[in-house]
């Protein structure tokens, strides 16, 4: 686990299933790039830690490439080069997240270098 503090933040990274935080210990977590990297089954016991190491109104702020219909050379592209082999739909991603009692609200869908679909989004307990 590597973490760094930066007066008043502290931050935490972790490899594995679980973090060695506490429960409610943390205001927000923040996933750029990661959930598509993840097999779906580990993704949804990520989602229930980040649940379980959240504070009571924390969020949770994504940004993840994610296939769109009615892209097909976007899709074919990322699938391609992308070194993630799970990359999903805005409804899986954002289902990970209800499935665990989280608000989402998608903030942003967007192209990255022309070729790759972002999704930006909060997930709120």
Known sequence: MLSAYIPPYRFETFAGEETPAENNSFDVILIIAVLHHIPPEMAKSY????RRVLKPGGKV???EP????????????MKVNDKGDYIQKEETYLN??????FQCRVLKRFKKCFFYNELYFTALL
């Open 47 to 50: 989602v229930r830690e980040f």
């Open 61 to 63: 702020i994504a940004i």
């Open 66 to 77: 994610c296939f769109v219909e009615k892209t097909p050379i976007c899709n074919w592209f």
């Open 96 to 101: 990970y997240f209800t499935k665990e009692k």
